[in-house]
């Protein structure tokens, strides 16, 4: 089984700090066993939250408005699709400011430096999903490091480096996803993604409820369909992950089964990581409480649960 490495930091405050951490995961996971270990980050913790919400609303705009013009960006793949919920955007936002214009490229030149090292490692780099209201940036972020570092001509491109991540509960998914295909036959590079059943399936509804506008949510399906597909269970670039102690009946029939399988690993200091993994105990809270499998695996079964790993390469190899 896998791993999937995760710093668990979000704080945008101390963005060149966060951006050291990542590449200590970097450094670990390539020390570990030749394609069992991928890093998992999150865009927030290399660019301010405030920063990335302001161009989310840009991004939007222009989608509503595609002659409004962005001087800032760098690439032309298509972020949103019509069915996006693009009324979250009412008013046209203010304009980056040059400070803030500096603030994001110095974002881009840490993702960027993250993607090389992952590459020189031969180490997959997921960038982590958010709520609505900032996932434009996200997904923004995420397409200048595909762009540069997913080659579908380089000589060692089995598998791409940089994944993005779509929820798929969301309603504009399906056209977001044919939109990104389009986008990569048309720039000649590969499409790494992360599909996940859907993170922020309760913030989001509370927060369209409050707002008064239309949800974007709706349900979706896993595995019989990569094998509708002609997809082998097999298969190195489809593989199914789960937080670690969360779920973990899946994880082993999907693995039984013969699927690949990786488990999710947060690790970090107790007082960041903490506050992480509460917030992804009340998301599956429901998941738990109906699976008397998984409940008998915590208490007997494998050493699963949620482990508080510090960032050193001794620490990660006594779980693993």
């Not at 991540?165 to 939109?179: F, G, K, P, V």
Request: hydrophobic fraction near 40%.
């Amino acid at each position: 089984m896998g791993r999937i490495l995760d710093s668990g930091i979000e704080d945008g405050d101390v963005c060149d700090h966060n951006t050291a951490r990542f590449i200590s995961a970097v450094d670990i996971a390539a020390a570990l066993p030749p394609g069992s270990a991928r890093v998992c980050i999150k865009i927030t913790a290399l660019c301010p939250i405030a920063l990335l919400e302001k161009t989310s609303d840009l991004l939007r705009w222009q989608k509503k408005h595609p002659s409004f013009k962005l001087p800032w960006k760098t690439h032309l793949f298509l972020i949103l699709s019509d069915s996006s919920p693009l009324h979250l955007t009412t008013s046209e936002p203010p304009a980056l400011t040059a400070e803030e214009e500096r603030e994001l490229q110095l974002a881009h030149e840490r993702l960027l430096a993250l993607c090389a090292l992952c590459v020189e490692h031969g180490t997959p780099l997921l960038v982590d999903v958010e709520y609505v209201m900032v996932q434009p940036a996200i997904d923004y972020f995420t397409f200048v490091g595909a762009m540069a570092f997913n080659d579908a001509g380089a000589a060692d491109s089995e598998r791409p480096i940089v994944h993005g991540t779509i929820q798929a509960y969301l309603h504009d998914m399906r056209d977001r996803l044919e939109a990104m295909v389009r986008g990569v036959e048309r720039e000649r590079m590969q499409l790494g993604l992360k599909v996940v059943r859907g993170t922020y399936l309760t913030r989001e509804t509370r927060l369209m409820a409050a707002l008064g506008v239309p949800s974007p949510i709706h349900g979706q399906l896993g595995a019989a369909r990569a094998q509708e597909l002609g997809i082998p269970k097999g298969d190195r670039n489809l593989q199914f992950t789960q937080l670690m102690g969360m779920a973990d009946g899946l994880s082993l029939s999907l693995r039984n089964a013969g699927f690949q399988v990786s488990d999710y690993l947060p690790y970090g200091p107790v007082e960041q990581i903490i506050p992480y993994l509460i917030r992804r105990a009340k998301e599956n809270k429901g998941l738990l409480s109906t699976s008397s499998f998984d409940r008998h695996l915590l208490r007997y079964g494998r050493p699963s649960g949620i482990y508080l790993l510090q960032d050193t390469p001794i620490d990660v190899n006594c779980v693993i």
